[in-house]
């Protein structure tokens, strides 16, 4: 007997409490470049991508964490990119035409000292200022009346704080002057929090969240699992504790291997995770054979597959990967990270009809 087709939010909570639904739930991220060009290979002009494809989670929320959210000064710019200081007193350099990570150039914050200079600031500012509530009030309203999983997306204390002071002098105070970094990594915690209850008190309600952190690189995680216990692990298990006392449960997000922090990210609260990068080693059906009965896990479709536009190559990633991560429900379709312009339209169409055929139940 055919299933009955079911609502996204339900199909995205069955998931992620490793039950079988309809069909796999589906969900994407872009560069910003691809849906444009997609409108000029067939993507109708008035559509919107996440409509289109009728994706069953929805985001809202974003958290500015910069100590003054209002400051953003280019300081350099050519026709190619840009060079901005922010609020946090960084320099990051920006490609102006296409996607990509910033370059960082350099923080005005690079000790104790200048840290608390600006947490002064950081503290002052009041949570209003720093998320847009009719934003995240349109986006609930459009989520509940589509019957989609609604989410709130925000980044974690460790991929905040690298944009304050950066990714070395971050790795270096975790291993030299600890106090310091788990200071700064409680107060973007609690500056997460008063943003959360603003919300919260201000009618938005989550179904869940997904939460954003690179805390690894291809070859395994920028910190031990001894150093992540002991001065990230208590600020983690605090941020998604706002939603485990509300029985919401979290998707966590970092690229790289982070296969090592996985037992202490469950610890914390984490209930899935998500891109899985395949160029960083990573392979759902060996986390679905160790942890499947314990974690949902989402995407892993190869996007260095994906910009070939060869559809058998294509269809032998998703066929290989999906039936078994699927199996007594726990996996939510996604790339491996997001999809570049280099993926056609047309070859995303076949990939979404492919995710269908064999992501049903």
């Known amino acids: 007997?055919?299933?009955?087709?079911i609502s996204s939010k339900e199909r995205v909570r069955l998931a992620l409490t490793h039950r079988e639904g309809d069909r796999i739930p589906r969900a994407e991220s872009f560069w910003k470049e691809t849906v444009p060009l997609w409108h000029e290979q067939g993507l109708p002009r008035d559509a919107d991508v996440h409509d289109y494809f009728q994706y069953d989670?929805?985001?809202a929320g974003w958290i500015n964490h910069r100590a003054d959210p209002s400051v953003s000064e280019v300081v350099e710019e050519t026709d190619e990119w840009e060079s901005r200081r922010d609020g946090n007193g960084a320099i990051l350099r920006y490609w102006k035409k296409r996607s990509g990570t910033p370059e960082h150039i350099g923080f005005t914050v690079d000790n104790a000292d200048e840290w608390r200079t600006l947490k002064k600031t950081l503290r002052a500012t009041p949570p209003a200022q720093r998320v847009d509530l009719d934003a995240a009030r349109q986006a609930m309203a459009k989520a509940r009346a589509g019957e989609r999983w609604f989410c709130w997306a925000g980044v974690e204390a460790f991929e905040i704080v690298k944009d304050v002071v950066g990714h070395e002098t971050l790795c270096m105070a975790m291993a030299d002057n600890p106090e310091w970094a788990t200071d700064m990594f409680e107060t973007e915690t609690r500056v997460a929090l008063s943003v959360l209850d603003y919300l919260s008190e201000n009618g938005i309600e989550f179904d869940g969240a997904w939460v954003y952190g690179d805390i690894a690189y291809n070859h395994g995680p920028f910190f031990s699992p001894r150093?992540?216990?002991r001065l990230l692990l208590p600020s983690h298990r605090a941020h998604l504790d706002w939603f485990?006392?509300?029985g919401l449960p979290v998707i966590y997000?970092?690229?790289?291997?982070?296969?090592p922090l996985i037992p202490s990210l469950m610890e914390a609260g984490v209930d899935c995770f998500q891109p899985l990068e395949a160029k960083a080693g990573i392979d759902v059906r060996e986390l679905k054979s160790r942890y499947g009965d314990r974690i949902a896990l989402m995407g892993n479709i190869d996007i260095m597959v994906l910009i070939t536009n060869d559809l058998k190559r294509i269809e032998a990633e998703i066929a290989?990967?999906?039936?078994?991560a699927?199996?007594?429900g726990g996996y939510i379709y996604h790339s491996d990270h997001s999809i570049p312009p280099g993926v056609s339209f047309e070859t995303y169409r076949s990939v979404?009809?492919?995710i269908d055929r064999y992501g049903a139940y």
């Open 227 to 229: 150093m992540y216990r």
């Open 1 to 5: 007997m055919k299933k009955t087709t």
């Open 320 to 324: 290989t990967k999906i039936p078994a």
């Open 57 to 59: 989670i929805m985001r």
């Open 326 to 328: 699927k199996t007594n």
């Open 253 to 259: 997000h970092t690229d790289g291997d982070f296969r």
């Open 352 to 354: 979404i009809n492919m």
């Open 244 to 246: 485990k006392r509300r």
